[in-house]
């Protein structure tokens, strides 16, 4: 009512400055409306609900479903089936052959001159002498023997190569390992960051929530301001320039309004994504990311936390793996230079025999074994070269590592310093935001009695507005830090399975 009074007064006393002759009283103008009620705190908004999400639950969800970890499973596969076939090494070489030949015909293979026969005597069939045609023959000792012209051969072979053993086998077994162990730390390694980044995508779109609740709230209240600058215009107490004024702002903050509901809807399409859910369900917050986070101890030393990070990160694990199997490696490749020793033997069942005189149309079954010892020197050079060139390769491994020892260094001290701007930013804001409500409240209270421009009601407002997103800001950016700490550190590789 005080309010209505001011307006009419002030409408009174502009009329009157303009007429010698007081006119009739006008009309009393619409009084405007009562003081719009404080919009809804925008934390409020983001308060957990039953059944909604988590940064744990969509890390996890990503994490299981991701893309690049089922790529990162598919090698850790393949070098498993490495490390299987380097153990295979220890099996001697069996090899089972099953043969048929087909031969040419020959002429019968006999004994003697020409014209001349071994014969059994007549008197002394124990003397088997050379006779000449001329002389009487009894009987023939030696025939002609025919040369089979189907063959079948039946032939098991086995190799066991024991200089292998000890110069190829062992160091081959161990660099598959090494690779397996690298492969399966490197899923591990991706995994977690895919996590990590499913959780920061979490909190972005909680921001981008929390946004469109202020963009909201900017626009019942824009809207209130103009419904006031209209009826004040209409009283008399306003230009037109200030109803366009708070007509622009209205239009502006409606933009505003479009542009965090679309920046919601690709926040949400983004978690769907990330955890590969083909719902086009609308998805609620289920965390209290007002709630303040537990202070930790060990944050507050950035060389304890790069330490931490030195010792627990996964890529780490997955270099040092990798360079040793590289270096396995060329110990197999310069075991070419050495002496080969090999044990093989043969088991033969064949018609005919070829260790059986003479042929005949039979099986028959022999076996043989064999030590060898061979060397080439011709692969000197080469089991030389490719050690160097394994050797070479471990010393960029190792180089990559200094590399990525230099980036982790950087990476935590990042993620420290945005974790201590994030606490601090907490404290400001909220007392930003007091502040910025309460200068809001007079200049509106000031307005609607005459005693303050729709300028300065507008300015209080963007202040307000701006101070809520940066309290809605600082809740998330502290969120966010202690995910991207808590992984440039590697605690949430801790009891990680490998």
């Known amino acids: 009512m005080t309010r209505t009074i001011a307006v009419v007064s002030l409408f009174l006393l502009s009329a009157a400055a303009h007429a010698q002759t007081p006119p009739p009283p006008p009309p009393s103008?619409?009084?405007?409306?009562?003081?719009?009620?404080?919009?809804?705190?925008?934390?409020?908004?983001?308060?957990?609900?039953?059944?909604?999400l988590t940064a744990d639950e969509v890390g996890r969800r990503a994490s299981e479903t991701s893309v690049e970890a089922r790529v990162r499973e598919r090698a850790v596969d393949a070098a498993e089936a490495r490390q299987q076939e380097a153990e295979a090494g220890y099996w001697p070489r069996l090899i089972g052959t099953a043969r048929y030949t087909r031969l040419s015909q020959v002429p019968p293979i006999e004994f003697g001159a020409p014209g001349v026969s071994f014969v059994v005597?007549?008197?002394?069939?124990?003397?088997?002498?050379?006779?000449?045609?001329?002389?009487?023959?009894?009987?023939?000792?030696?025939?002609?023997?025919?040369?089979p012209v189907n063959q079948y051969t039946l032939q098991v072979s086995l190799t066991v190569p024991l200089s292998d053993y000890v110069f190829r086998v062992s160091q081959a077994i161990a660099a598959a390992t090494h690779s397996a162990r690298a492969a399966r730390v490197d899923e591990q390694a991706a995994r977690l960051k895919v996590a990590a980044e499913a959780r920061v995508a979490f909190y972005q779109w909680i921001r981008a929530r929390g946004q469109a609740v202020i963009a909201a709230q900017a626009l019942e209240q824009a809207r209130a301001h103009l419904r006031d600058a209209q009826q004040m215009f209409a009283a008399g107490v306003v230009s037109r320039a200030d109803t366009l004024r708070a007509e622009s702002q209205v239009k502006s903050i409606e933009l505003l309004q479009t542009r965090t509901l679309n920046l919601v809807d690709l926040a949400e399409e983004q978690l769907h994504i990330v955890m590969h859910d083909p719902g086009a369900r609308h998805y609620e917050v289920g965390e209290d990311v007002t709630a303040s986070l537990p202070a930790r101890a060990t944050d507050a030393s950035l060389t304890h936390l790069q330490d931490e990070a030195f010792d627990h990160r996964l890529e780490l694990r997955a270099l040092d793996e990798t360079a040793g199997s590289v270096r396995e490696l060329?110990?197999?490749?310069?075991?070419?230079?050495?002496?080969?020793?090999?044990?093989?033997?043969?088991?033969?069942?064949?018609?005919?025999?070829?260790?059986?005189?003479?042929?005949?149309?039979?099986?028959?079954?022999?076996?043989?074994?064999t030590v060898q010892l061979s060397w080439t020197p011709t692969d000197i050079a080469g089991a030389r070269a490719a050690g160097r060139a394994q050797a070479a390769q471990e010393g960029q491994i190792l180089a990559q590592r200094e590399a990525l020892l230099d980036g982790l260094r950087l990476e935590v001290t990042q993620a420290y310093q945005l974790q201590r701007?994030?606490?601090v930013a907490l404290g400001t804001t909220l007392q930003g935001l007091l502040a910025a409500e309460e200068s809001a409240r007079v200049r509106r209270d000031l307005f609607r009695n005459g005693k303050a421009t729709l300028?300065?009601?507008?300015?209080?407002?963007?202040?307000?507005?701006?101070?809520?997103?940066?309290?809605?800001?600082?809740?998330?950016?502290?969120?966010?830090?202690?995910?991207?700490?808590?992984?440039?550190?590697g605690r949430d590789a801790t009891g990680t399975r490998l």
């Open 330 to 369: 060329a110990k197999v490749s310069r075991a070419a230079q050495y002496p080969r020793l090999d044990l093989a033997g043969n088991a033969i069942y064949a018609n005919p025999n070829q260790r059986i005189f003479p042929l005949r149309d039979q099986f028959d079954r022999t076996w043989d074994a």
């Open 455 to 489: 300028v300065e009601v507008n300015d209080a407002e963007s202040e307000l507005t701006r101070s809520r997103l940066e309290v809605v800001n600082a809740h998330i950016d502290a969120r966010i830090a202690r995910v991207r700490l808590d992984h440039a550190v």
């Open 121 to 147: 005597r007549e008197g002394d069939p124990g003397i088997i002498t050379a006779v000449t045609p001329q002389q009487p023959l009894f009987a023939s000792a030696f025939p002609p023997i025919p040369t």
């Open 421 to 423: 701007e994030a606490e």
């Open 29 to 52: 103008p619409t009084p405007p409306p009562p003081p719009a009620a404080p919009a809804t705190d925008p934390l409020t908004a983001l308060k957990a609900a039953s059944g909604g």
